[in-house]
């Protein structure tokens, strides 16, 4: 599996899928409705931004959800829960939309 920082082992990645899949992790499986098939997974995590805590949020899709606004409503609902600032400023794309 090619990964940013470097090849992980079978065990780290089945640990860090564990952790994804407890309730309150924040990661979430996208499944089509009609066929009740995964098709990708949102999430989000803190983080830090220009020294505030932020929270980051991710995705992936299979390619043939990709460019129907699937992404996007997905990320909607998987926001961080709860009031406050993380929630409330919505948040800022990087790398930009055009990407």
Not at 21 to 26: D, H, K, T, V
Request: charged share 20%.
């Amino acid at each position: 599996m090619r990964h940013l920082g470097g090849h992980e082992s079978a065990e780290k990645i089945a640990e860090r899928q564990s952790r994804y899949e407890q309730p309150g992790s924040g990661q979430f499986k996208i499944v089509e409705l009609c066929t009740e098939e995964g098709v990708g997974w949102v999430g989000y995590w803190e983080s830090q931004w220009q020294g505030d805590a932020v929270y980051e949020v991710g995705w992936a899709l299979t390619p043939p959800f990709q460019g129907r606004g699937v992404a996007i409503a997905a990320a909607r609902e998987a926001r961080a829960p709860g009031p406050g600032p993380a929630r409330a400023a919505g948040g800022a794309p990087h790398p930009p939309r055009r990407n």
